[in-house]
């Protein structure tokens, strides 16, 4: 099937396109502020490429959050917007079972505790396992936590996520140990995870593009980053 897949999550601006054929296109630049300005122009250069129009896709998938604020929303009013236009549904995904994904195409990992940085002292964390044509499995809910109090998870885990270069001496004694994956929720990952989510029916209308926060808390004051600096 015809399916495009964008994520501005993290700093990272990621879009997927997918053909029938199963070729795709993809693009990677900087995310953040920047994302708002330039993910619609590399949609329209990969639709272009692939010599397919909006109309002709069966979803446009989009990574829902955890993540940054300002990059949930990029995704979701981007996606709502150029579904609604075309008349397709939407696909939200969960970017911490993109981020188990991308480990596990790339470095063949079924078991996974993903972490995210979610700034302010803070990281995303959820454990996932694969079990083959059942696809992912969750193993938690999805948490924001300080590194400190990240569950250990069940045996034979990795930890995969892009929280490591911030937190990685903060994280439990227990999961020092594990081995590592940097990943990213990609736009290819949330490709892969696609077929499996649209046959399970969890493809939306365009207006039910909505972010997934986990937390409301957007900032620090300048005390709690004050006190946050002290301590370290």
Same mark, same amino acid.
């Given at each position: 099937?015809?399916?495009?897949?964008?994520?501005?999550? +993290?700093?990272?601006?990621?879009?997927?396109?997918?053909?029938?054929?199963?070729?795709?296109?993809?693009? +990677?630049?900087?995310?953040? *502020?920047?994302?708002?300005?330039?993910?619609?122009? *590399?949609?329209?250069?990969?639709?272009?490429?692939?010599?397919?129009?909006?109309?002709?896709?069966?979803?446009?998938?989009?990574?829902?959050? @955890?993540?940054?604020?300002?990059?949930?929303?990029?995704?979701?009013?981007?996606?709502?917007?150029?579904?609604?236009?075309?008349?397709?549904?939407?696909? @939200?995904?969960?970017?911490?079972?993109?981020?188990? /994904?991308?480990?596990?195409?790339?470095?063949?990992? +079924?078991?996974?505790? *993903?972490?995210?940085?979610?700034?302010?002292?803070?990281?995303?964390?959820?454990?996932?396992?694969?079990?083959?044509?059942?696809?992912?499995? @969750?193993?938690?809910?999805?948490?924001?936590?300080?590194? /400190?109090?990240?569950?250990?998870?069940?045996?034979?885990?990795?930890?995969?996520?892009?929280?490591?270069?911030?937190? *990685?001496?903060?994280?439990?004694?227990?999961?020092?140990?594990?081995?590592?994956?940097?990943?990213?929720?990609?736009?290819?990952?949330?490709?892969?995870?696609?077929?499996?989510?649209?046959?399970?029916?969890?493809?939306?209308?365009?207006?039910?593009?909505? @972010?997934?926060?986990?937390?409301?808390?957007?900032?620090?004051? +300048?005390?709690?980053?004050?006190?946050?600096?002290?301590?370290?």
């Amino acid at each position: 099937m015809n399916l495009l897949a964008l994520d501005t999550s +993290t700093d990272q601006l990621s879009v997927a396109l997918q053909r029938a054929d199963g070729r795709r296109f993809a693009h +990677t630049g900087a995310g953040g *502020a920047q994302a708002s300005a330039t993910l619609i122009p *590399a949609v329209q250069a990969l639709l272009a490429q692939a010599g397919l129009s909006l109309s002709d896709l069966r979803a446009i998938a989009f990574g829902r959050g @955890p993540g940054s604020f300002t990059g949930l929303r990029t995704a979701c009013s981007v996606a709502q917007g150029l579904a609604w236009g075309a008349g397709v549904p939407v696909l @939200p995904i969960d970017t911490l079972l993109a981020v188990a /994904e991308a480990a596990r195409s790339a470095h063949g990992a +079924t078991h996974v505790l *993903a972490l995210l940085d979610a700034r302010m002292n803070e990281v995303y964390a959820a454990e996932y396992a694969w079990r083959d044509a059942a696809g992912w499995r @969750p193993l938690s809910d999805i948490a924001v936590l300080a590194p /400190e109090a990240v569950p250990t998870p069940g045996a034979g885990a990795v930890l995969a996520g892009n929280a490591f270069a911030a937190y *990685a001496d903060r994280l439990p004694a227990a999961l020092q140990a594990l081995p590592r994956i940097a990943a990213l929720p990609s736009a290819d990952a949330l490709l892969n995870l696609a077929p499996a989510l649209l046959a399970a029916g969890a493809a939306v209308p365009a207006e039910q593009a909505l @972010p997934l926060y986990i937390r409301d808390k957007v900032a620090q004051t +300048t005390a709690e980053r004050s006190a946050a600096g002290l301590a370290r």
